[in-house]
């Protein structure tokens, strides 16, 4: 029987009440509630009157003419349209300057005070919980300013930006470029379908608009984990950060302001606010986006590739994810939840007897004295931690230990006492809009669980850092990691310190996870966190993972999409729920999400209760012995896993790929959904549907030629699409690319954080540059090819097999 408390998302009772907070009023209230107005006044960009240049800057002033929005009716279409407002003039002023010779930013505003204030240093937040992170300090190589024809032109040795005077648009083209790869969208009709570059205000609220033209064959990805699809054009977009509950809609838990399309051009959206993104639904050929601040502030990024914009996106921008420790890429065992150290020792004793090796076991909800009362204390149940934790690192396990950023106001619970004493909690807000003594809690008709909790105020410095204290007395007792559960699904109507609740929704998490992140550094760099919710830098503090997936198989293919998009937005590690949660898989969907899950940067089971765990024992002798298989298969890889992430965190590359992004001038490739590289060298085509509803798997071999990864056939394909039989139960479809090399380490139970003893090398084809292979160190070295049938590595001479 399923135990109500593993699913805080399930309503109880007989009575339904009304929840005020739906999806349909939170889209009201952000930027849509000027695009859907009715008298809402628009300053849409019209000329440029007057233009400076100093210090790399372009600064102009351009005239904005005056529409108002309204609302007409033909038979029984309502339609959203302008009327202009005949010699009603204004300005808007603007900034174009380059940060290096790839990348400009553009601002503008209704006035050169707002520009002015502008700053990459705020006080709040603070550098580790910013999306822009590293904004570049070099000059452009080269940079000049010239005007021709009325219009000006801005150029370094990479991009030139050509601002066309009259009607004003920017264009951006690559040297010697005749047409350009990026431009801002010119409205040509009175209806509301894009809004170009413009400042909205009506009642008091203020938003800024911009519009890009979309080319008909162009295609964008990016946006963050998305759960639906993983290219954007034509797919509705909600941004703001949800509990999900479930992985196959079009609610998320990480929102990206960040999207790059197949032009050669990346955009990051520099606004923690509200914003809202049309990528090709309101008008087919535009990309609009808004924001609600005063001021818009976004980065457009050239590349030759897909991979070139992503690393400069990342590394010039919202940075690069820190390498995760080798034993956090082994097989991490949880349960919602493991109800005492016996049992946690039980699950230890049954994957050493079934040979299932794992690293890591996690401690969900129900670690304090009493389940859902998180006070960051071991109750009785997990008495003596320190002893615990300690016996099960010397046998190569880590413990990983839940909290989120909730505070439920029970007078038991010591976290809320402290918490109410400092005044670290979020308050609420009077009716005329002032901060209230009181703290926030949800309103009275709002049914659900947990609806009572109190949110922590991470804007308060003395909050983040009495928390981030309680975090490191965990690290301290032994625990080595931390599950930053939430995050993504806070009230907007609380006051926080320092930042209005409306504008902190989708930063919070970023915040919250860089606060814990902080101080688990602060005792122990050999740790990890396990978290849901993000934004634009959030890959910075991996691992992520997609939330609660329901058990189905509409669920794991979703889980296969918010992978490679989230992927395609800067976070090289991710994870999903082996199996789901949300229910019970069964043995066939659990055994395929395990395959799935193996060839992923990170697994990790997570099941629902002692009656509805995740262990291969669960379901059966067949899913013990196939998954166990497969999770002794991954640890013999980590030799190519740990190079790949390696790899990851000095590009920005995600491990797990879409075919898009190795593969972005093959247009076959660009809506590919089930397919994905992991790594650079092996490409995987995963069952993702039951065998009785199929008898064949079409699979996509892009150009070039491709070795079996079981029975090494050789393939050269021309870019065709082949259909294979549905593989076997105990079979996932993997291709190894020509010129590949793959390191095999010995078979073993733990990594203790070590890549493994490289007993086999196998090289596939032919390769033009130097071989690499890990040496069981964490490093890695040159593969000499010795006498027939063996490789030095260092000192060693390892089997080596070659595939021609």
Known sequence: MEDDRTFPQRASGSTVKPNPTTEATQRAAGPNFFRDGENVQFMWADKVLEHSFSDNVLRLKVRTVHQTHRTAQTHDSVMHQFIKE???????????????????????????????????????????????????????????????????????SSVRVIVQSSPFRLLGYLPGAATPFWKQRLSDLFTSDIIPCSIASHQGREAVFESFTLDPQERVFGLGERFDSVERRGRPVDFVNHDAIGTSNTRTYINVPFFWSTNGYGCFLNSIARSEWDIGMSEAGSIGFCTEEKHMDYFILAGHSPKEILRRYTSDLTGTAPMPPIWSFGLWMSRNSYQTWDVVHEIVKKADEVNLPFDVIHLDTA??????????????????????????????????????????????????????????????????????????????????????????????????????????????????????????????????????????????????????????????TDTAQWARGGTAGSQRYPVHWGGDSQCSWSALQGSLRATLSIGLSGFAFFSHDLGGFIGKPTPELYIRWAQLAVFSSHVRSHGAGDENGREPWFFGEQAVEIVGTFMRQRYRMLPYIIEQAQFSTKTGLPVVRGLVLEYPEDRNVWGIEGQYMFGSDLMIAPTLQPQAEASKHAIYL????????????????????????????????????????????????????????????????????????????????????????????????????AFE
């Not at 999306?131 to 000049?144: A, D, R």
């Open 367 to 524: 670690w304090f004295q009493e389940d859902w009362n998180p006070d960051l204390k071991f109750g009785d149940r997990f008495s003596e931690p320190e002893k615990h934790m300690a016996i099960l690192k010397e046998q190569g396990i880590r413990t990983s230990l839940w909290q989120y950023n909730f505070v439920p106001p029970r007078e038991d619970n010591s976290l809320f006492v402290d918490a109410r004493e400092g005044d670290f909690l979020g308050h609420a807000i009077k009716a005329d809009g002032t901060r209230s003594k009181d703290f926030h809690y949800y309103p009275n008709d709002t049914t659900g669980w947990k609806t009572d909790d109190l949110v922590i105020d991470f804007t308060n410095p003395e909050a983040a850092d009495w928390y981030g204290k309680k975090i490191e007395h965990l690290i301290e007792q032994g625990a080595s990691a931390i599950k930053t559960d939430f995050g993504d699904c806070i009230p907007a109507e609380v006051s926080y310190l320092n930042i209005d609740g409306r504008r902190f929704n989708n930063l919070y998490s970023l915040v919250y996870n860089a606060t814990v992140r902080k101080h688990v550094m602060k005792i122990s």
């Open 86 to 156: 005949e010699n009603s003039f204004g300005e808007l002023v603007y900034e174009v300057f380059f940060v290096t010779d790839h990348i400009f930013r553009v601002r503008y505003a209704g006035q050169q005070s707002t520009l002015d204030t502008l700053t990459d240093d705020p006080a709040f937040p603070p550098p580790e919980a910013r999306m822009l992170s590293n904004i570049p300090k070099i000059v452009p190589s080269t940079f000049s300013l010239s005007a021709s024809n009325g219009n000006l032109e801005l150029c370094t």
């Open 702 to 801: 892009p150009a070039g030629t491709w070795y079996g990864f079981w029975d090494k056939k050789k393939l050269v394909s021309r870019g065709e699409w082949v259909d294979f039989d549905l593989a076997p139960l105990d079979r996932i479809y993997v291709f190894v690319k020509a010129g590949a090399m793959l390191c095999w380490a010995s078979d073993r139970k733990r990594t203790f954080n070590q890549v493994g003893t490289v007993e086999k090398v196998e090289i596939y084809g032919q390769r033009d540059c130097a071989w690499s292979c890990g040496d069981g160190q964490g490093s890695f070295v040159d593969v000499t090819r010795g006498e027939s049938g063996y490789a030095v590595i260092g000192r060693e001479a390892v089997q080596v097999e």
